[in-house]
């Protein structure tokens, strides 16, 4: 237990005895040193990882793991859980198709509109999951693992009761052509979509009162409620937060795949867990760095791009995440182990 | 049981009060309820074959849960229960059939049941206990490195051609008139009853859940406990897994799919609680019945298997309320 009493330390109040080790590991040390192994060991085994075709794609799979990665980011370090990541996504995919598809029988031609939409409908509910969740969790203190895994059970048995799991097209066709592939200054749109969330994260997470307060109530609930918080309400808007990040998630993969599945964002909550952890959010709460989050992002999207271009099936691409994710937890705790001793 | 008590302030008192007897018996009326509400639907529900129908599906189920809770106890969480399942089934069944298919080949695929469940159970627990990474995490990651490996060993094909002795045994025999796993679960709830209430480990078990310092400081070696926690789960997996593959009669590598959500549910359901330290394996019994007798009135009164799962979700949030009440008066 001692050594979790550290962790918070380290990374609340760093102290200006801080070891080399402490800001290795502060600074994001581990996912850097992981990210730039895995960018040149790709480069050198498979030259065509560096192609510009192949970079565009790292970069789209990039942003659309981001995206969610952020929303688990900020529900983490509030002291949650977010296992509904992926059923949120999925969810609001079919949303927003449905929306386009029923939308161009009453208002044809109307392709702008729909997508405003679209997004907006999509929003909503991803919000309104995040509130139902947040209230679930601050009203009756329920374990926030347990409601969101309950509230998966529930949206995924939804998406899939009104689609019967078979894909919803009809999605307006200039969303996929401008958002799922559109660019601008020869990036993905979806990329500077991604960039514009994680910089919001970023100054909300350094110069807000939201920001700080998500900290607080993240790495003791009671002490940030004596100290004045309102913790209830900063547990809603991160969860909510957290469900219109998946939500336009939803609305993006949406552009990208051109139909609505009910069936995507199954290895999602996975994914976004890695990617926090990785990125140094702590599961006790409190502790976590937008921009590390996004570091993480990208390692994982650089190794399954490796993966694919290795042509490693895509089964075994879960496995060598699981191992990512435990290998890079270990780590961390044995590097903090031996800093003790 | 002392221990508990003083370290938990939800303590039980000694007396039982009529409110306490209420609050035991809350499931089991609850059960009762259900079953006549879908009989006043549809009347097959409360048929003599359909009750003998939902005690054998409950037990293979509250297998899982019994599993589920032993780490549960520990403040713990195994979420490749689901995924072990399916991986034994499959590994175990391509074993019998690597062995040729006769009686004998069954031992071969308990053989490797037990050494794939012990060696999941074993990499959990000292990850858990060993380096102290969180359960949930590590449980997960796990999850999807077995799910990995069930869905490729076989090529994502189920596995034919087991001993029929296989099926004819453990799934449709039966002793007395009662079928074969009710047996073998009520064997298993007895075991473990046992063991938690009168060894050493079983009460080691409550206290690191449900307060892991005083249990060092008390002296238990927690390390080993937990990993033997872990291993144990794991193990039941597999013995639940061996069951359903004698049901289904061929290795599936989506056996478990649901299996993890399911036995959280039973156990929670049941009253175990996740915070660690109450609960038991009567508990995890009677959340399976529950989950059991719903999921077979819905099934028999015809609700989509979608909106089921609905349900599951739903129930799962409404019990964690109400047992939350429960632990705070």
Redesign the interface.
């Known amino acids: ?1 001692s ?1 979790e009493t550290a962790t918070m330390t380290v990374a609340n109040a760093p102290s200006h005895r801080a070891s080399r080790l402490d800001r290795f590991l502060m600074q994001g040390g581990i996912v850097i040193t992981f990210l730039v192994v895995a960018v040149v060991a790709t480069a050198l085994i498979e030259p065509r990882f560096l192609n510009r075709l192949n970079l565009l794609n790292v970069m789209r799979n990039f942003a659309l793991l981001l995206i969610p990665s952020l929303a688990q980011m900020l529900v983490m370090t509030a002291g949650g ?1 977010d296992l509904s990541v992926g059923a949120v996504v999925a969810a609001t995919s079919v949303v927003t198709a449905a929306v386009m598809l029923v939308g161009s029988i009453y208002f044809p031609g109307m392709e702008l509109a729909l997508i405003i939409a679209s997004l907006v409908i999509a929003l909503g509910v991803g919000a309104l999951v995040g509130l139902v969740n947040a209230g ?1 969790v601050s009203i ?4 926030p ?3 969101t ?6 949206l ?3 998406a ?2 009104f689609t ?1 799991g078979i894909p919803i097209y009809g999605v307006v066709d200039s969303f996929v052509a401008n958002v799922g592939r559109g660019q601008f200054l020869s990036l993905p749109i979806v990329l500077w979509v991604a960039l514009g969330v994680l910089a919001a994260c970023i100054i909300m997470q350094r110069f807000t009162a939201l920001g700080r307060h998500i900290y607080a109530v993240g790495s003791d609930q009671r002490s940030a409620r004596l100290s004045g918080v309102a913790t209830s309400r900063t547990l809603i808007a991160a969860y909510m937060l957290a469900g219109l990040l998946a939500a336009l998630t939803g609305f993006l993969m949406t552009s990208r795949l051109g139909s609505g599945q009910s069936t995507i964002g199954g ?1 999602l ?2 994914e976004t ?2 990617a926090a ?1 990785i990125g140094g959010v702590s ?1 006790r709460g409190g502790v976590g760095r937008a921009e590390l989050v996004a570091l993480a992002a990208l390692f994982l999207s650089v190794i399954a791009n490796a993966m694919n271009l290795v042509q490693v ?1 895509s ?5 060598v ?3 990512v ?2 290998v890079a ?2 780590i961390e ?2 590097l903090l ?1 031996k800093r003790q001793a | 049981m002392s221990t508990e008590a003083k370290t938990q302030p939800i303590a039980q008192p000694s007396g039982l009060s009529p409110k306490e007897i209420l609050r035991a018996a809350r499931l089991p009326i609850a059960i009762v309820v259900v079953l006549i509400l879908f009989g006043l639907v549809e009347p097959r529900v409360l048929s003599f074959g359909n009750f003998r129908n939902i005690a054998l599906q409950a037990s293979y189920l509250a297998i899982f849960a019994m599993a589920q809770t032993m780490v549960l106890l520990t403040r713990g969480f195994d979420l490749s229960l689901g995924y072990t399942v399916s991986l034994v089934s499959v590994a175990a069944s391509m074993a019998m059939v690597a062995m040729g298919g006769g009686d004998v080949s069954i031992l071969y695929g308990v053989g490797a049941a037990v050494l794939i469940a012990g060696a999941i159970g074993l990499a959990n627990g000292l990850l858990i206990a060993g380096i102290g990474i969180n359960p949930l995490v590590t449980t997960l990651g796990m999850a999807n490195m077995v799910l990995a490996l069930a869905s490729t060993i076989s090529g994502g094909f189920p596995v034919t051609g087991l001993p029929k002795s296989l099926t004819a045994e453990f799934a449709e025999g039966s002793l007395l008139a009662i079928p074969t796993p009710i047996w073998i679960a009520a064997l298993v709830f007895v075991l473990l009853f046992l063991t938690l209430k009168a060894t050493r480990f079983g009460r080691s078990l409550y206290i690191i859940g449900a307060n892991p310092r005083a249990a060092v400081a008390a002296g238990i070696r927690t390390v080993p406990v937990l990993v033997l926690a872990y291993v144990l789960c794991a193990l039941l997996a597999a013995l639940g897994a061996l069951l359903l593959t004698a049901r289904t009669g061929s290795g599936e590598p989506n056996l478990g799919g649901n299996l993890t959500l399911e036995a959280i549910a039973a156990a929670v359901v049941g009253g175990v609680r996740l915070s660690g330290g109450e609960g038991g394996v009567g508990a995890a019994v009677l959340g399976a019945l529950f989950v059991t007798v719903l999921s077979n009135g819905m099934n028999l009164v015809q609700i989509d298997g979608y909106l089921q799962q609905i349900c599951l979700g739903v129930i799962i949030i409404v019990s964690l309320i109400v047992n939350r009440d429960e632990a705070r008066r």
Do not use: E, H
Request: glycine residues 4%; charged residues 10%.
């Open positions: 237990m050594s859980f679930l009756f203190s329920l374990s693992f347990m409601v895994l309950a509230m998966m059970s529930v995924m048995g939804i899939l009761y019967q290895t909550a996975l867990i890695a952890v599961l099936d089964k075994y691409q879960t496995l995440l699981g191992a994710l435990i937890l270990a705790r044995l182990r």
